[in-house]
């Protein structure tokens, strides 16, 4: 299997503050573009507002890995350069992972891995498999 969960706040300068507006909007048209090329019934990428705000949400439990979802993770930090936000990757069938989330962590539009330490090992934190 392969599950994923994240977030991301789209900022186009290092604080909302800074945001230009125009390109923000331009920027959020792009963004939504590529989340609908991703739409499908084992998926949820979805561009959304909120108080105002433009936020991505990621949530999915696929069969097999599905590289679109990390491509469009970077990508989203590359088209507006001051966003931030966390994904959360399980991909049961890498053997290197199969028992622990990737974290993969947005800052000022950076994406970088991270080890995670709050659910992993999946065996035994989230779940008992052996006994």
Known sequence: ????HGWVTVWEGACEIEDDLALREKNCREIK???ENHKDDMSRVELFYQNGSPYVRFDGDRNH???WVLELF???GEIAKGSHGLLYVRDQENPDYG???Q???MAKGKVTKMKDTLLSPCDPTIETYGE
């Not at 299997?1 to 994923?4: D, N, P």
Request: charged residues 20%; proline residues 0%; without cysteine.
């Open 1 to 4: 299997m392969f599950e994923y």
């Open 33 to 35: 573009l590529l989340v």
């Open 65 to 67: 890995y599905q590289a």
């Open 74 to 76: 970077i990508r989203i």
């Open 99 to 101: 028992n622990e989330f």
């Open 103 to 105: 974290v993969w962590r």
